[in-house]
């Protein structure tokens, strides 16, 4: 069946860095999502990717669709306390379905 | 956006009891609403897909006899833990798609179940 990862698993960065997470599905999707989850909160939605190659932007957060739509990548630029949490893209696929990545966990060191 | 109310946000219950959790779209229906299952500090697992009116789908490893899922109306669905056993404590939370329609669709979340089962 679909298989979407993620990587890193986990990111420790100062404040101020970069980051950056990847995320590739085992299968061509319909579109990705992302969504971010605070400690102790549940999933919010981010954004959503639909066209090869897209790419959007939010702020400091940059978001890309592969041509292939098999892969995607969520970029922040200069981070802050405030984008700690844990990042998850999902993946829809031909059926509706969507899957979650195992995410990737960011801190983000003052 | 849409709002998903999710209850109760913690159930702490004895070994064999069942637990029901509901989840509601507030503002929009939905035909279609999703279960997760959380462990700490890892991804989101699909367990069942309720469609409004008809029986759910549940995932591969997913027991149907053990998670009921209900979804009798276009903005309420149930799912119940019938005889919960501490393996089964988790974070459940539920998710319905937007009003939009169509495949392209975003999620939104409940708030979540933090179930812990003695």
């Known amino acids: 069946g679909q298989q979407v990862m993620q990587i890193p698993q986990y990111q420790h960065v100062q404040e101020g860095e970069d980051f950056t997470t990847y995320c590739n599905s085992s299968t061509t999707l319909s579109n990705i999502q992302w969504y971010k989850q605070r400690p102790g909160g549940h999933p919010v939605f981010l954004i959503q990717l639909v066209k090869s190659g897209e790419v959007k932007k939010q702020k400091r957060l940059t978001f890309q669709f592969g041509e292939a739509k098999k892969n995607s990548s969520l970029h922040i630029t200069a981070t802050q306390t405030t984008d700690v949490g844990t990042y998850f893209c999902a993946g829809q696929d031909s059926y509706d379905k969507v899957i979650f990545g195992p995410g990737t966990s960011l801190s983000v060191i003052p | 956006g849409a709002v998903v109310s999710q209850h109760p946000s913690r159930v702490i219950c004895k070994s064999g009891t069942s637990v029901k959790i509901e989840c509601r779209s507030l503002d929009f229906q939905a035909t279609t609403m999703f279960w997760y299952r959380q462990f700490p500090k890892q991804s989101l697992m699909l367990m069942a897909t309720s469609n409004e009116g008809s029986k759910a789908t549940y995932e591969q490893g997913v027991e149907k006899d053990k998670f009921l899922i209900n979804h009798a109306s276009l903005t309420l669905s149930t799912l119940t833990v019938t005889s919960a056993h501490p393996e089964d404590s988790s974070f459940y939370i539920c998710?319905?798609?937007?009003?939009?329609?169509?495949?392209?669709?975003?999620?939104?979340f409940g708030s979540g179940t933090q179930l812990s089962v003695l």
């Open positions: 998710s319905a798609s937007s009003p939009s329609g169509g495949i392209n669709e975003k999620l939104f």
